[in-house]
């Protein structure tokens, strides 16, 4: 991208290599990384910013925070998923000062971490709990989640669905949740194993990568293959699953459990790096502040699909109380242009494929 404006800084971007990365240039991020790609290893994300972690710095080597003379009020990142992260949720502002000062090894900042994703390719992932009828039957046809569970607790979850009262759900509900996170790992091994083999002779049929709906049971048996014997294994009998096209987006709020499992996408969030897991990963799980802090609505995902203005998709956080981003993307053919409109504080422009002038 040819800058025509001496206001426009040219970035050099700091790549993280997650596990669960693409691997090489199969990796939309090692594309777009200014740096060496090692091709036999995993490129997850691109970030771009002033986060401490991982900031961003100008063609000189100059940090952009020293360049600018202030932080960015958000984080932009661009990933690329190879296999499933972990089950994870974001802290509310409050709990994140509490637990960055209790303890700030592991989690290194006090923000909230509220995101925005849009797909770039299909894009799968797990997000919010399921309609309380769905997790209902998952109990009745899958015996293996209700021994993790326990016949009390999967009793009051259903009792609590046929009542229908939202508050008594919802405390039911995280009561069954927390239980299966929070089991024997030996006992999570033998149903997990129990859960695989009677899927695993069933004929189940193809997923239609143009299509929203994820096959579940076909889900459960990758994850198994990705993460033998985990807890997370057995997460989609709880969480919603959801496969963007290109171009459509979900707005990832404090609380909401969640975890992405294929595919790219862009990231904008607020410049935090806390993550709260207890499934599907090699990294610290923190299981009971997980348990504890989630939000046990019944949250079917919201797609977001903008309409184009001008030539521009404009993303904006469904909560109002998130200002710290907005995204805006633009598909351009050959000689077009277009005009993004003017914003408070600084905008970061990414290019993924082509080239132009700005």
Not at 21 to 27: A, D, F, H, L
Not at 60 to 82: A, G, H, M, T
Not at 255 to 264: Q, S, T, V
Not at 350 to 356: F, R, S
Request: with cysteine; aromatic share 6%; proline share 6%.
């Amino acid at each position: 991208m040819a800058a025509d404006n001496e206001k426009c800084i040219q970035l050099k971007c700091a790549s993280q290599q997650y596990a669960w990365g693409k691997i090489g240039n199969e990796s939309l991020v090692a594309q777009l990384f200014s740096g060496e790609v090692k091709q036999n290893e995993p490129y997850a994300e691109l970030w771009m910013g002033t986060h401490h972690k991982a900031p961003a710095r100008t063609m000189n080597d100059k940090l952009l925070s020293d360049e600018i003379k202030q932080d960015l009020p958000y984080l932009f990142k661009v990933l690329s998923v190879n296999k499933a992260l972990s089950i994870q949720a974001h802290p509310t502002k409050s709990l994140a000062k509490k637990l960055h000062a209790e303890r700030p090894e592991v989690y290194k900042d006090p923000n909230h971490k509220p995101e925005m994703t849009i797909a770039i390719t299909p894009f799968e992932a797990m997000c919010g709990f399921r309609p309380s009828e769905q997790i209902a039957d998952h109990m009745k046809t899958y015996p293996e989640i209700g021994n993790l569970i326990g016949p009390e607790l999967v009793e009051a979850f259903l009792k609590s669905v046929d009542g229908g009262n939202e508050e008594s759900v919802k405390h039911a509900l995280k009561d069954a949740f927390s239980a299966v996170m929070k089991a024997d790992k030996a006992q999570v091994a033998q149903e997990v194993q129990s859960l695989v083999k009677s899927l695993s002779g069933k004929d189940l049929p193809e997923d239609d990568k143009k299509s929203r709906e994820m096959n579940m049971e076909k889900l459960i048996l990758r994850l198994q293959t990705q993460f033998e014997d985990d807890v997370g294994v057995f997460a989609p009998l709880f969480l919603n699953l959801v496969r963007l096209q290109p171009g459509e987006a979900i707005f990832l709020s404090a609380g909401l459990p969640h975890a992405y499992l294929d595919g790219n996408c862009l990231e904008a969030m607020a410049p935090s790096d806390n993550v709260v897991r207890a499934g599907l990963t090699p990294k610290l799980r923190d299981t009971p502040v997980l348990c504890e802090m989630l939000d046990y609505s019944i949250a079917v995902p919201n797609v977001i699909i903008p309409g184009k203005v001008d030539g521009i998709r404009t993303y904006i956080p469904t909560d109002d109380a998130v200002q710290e981003f907005t995204m805006a993307t633009s598909r351009l053919s050959d000689g077009e242009g277009v005009i993004f409109p003017q914003v408070p504080g600084f905008s970061i422009v990414l290019v993924i494929d082509g080239e132009g002038t700005l």
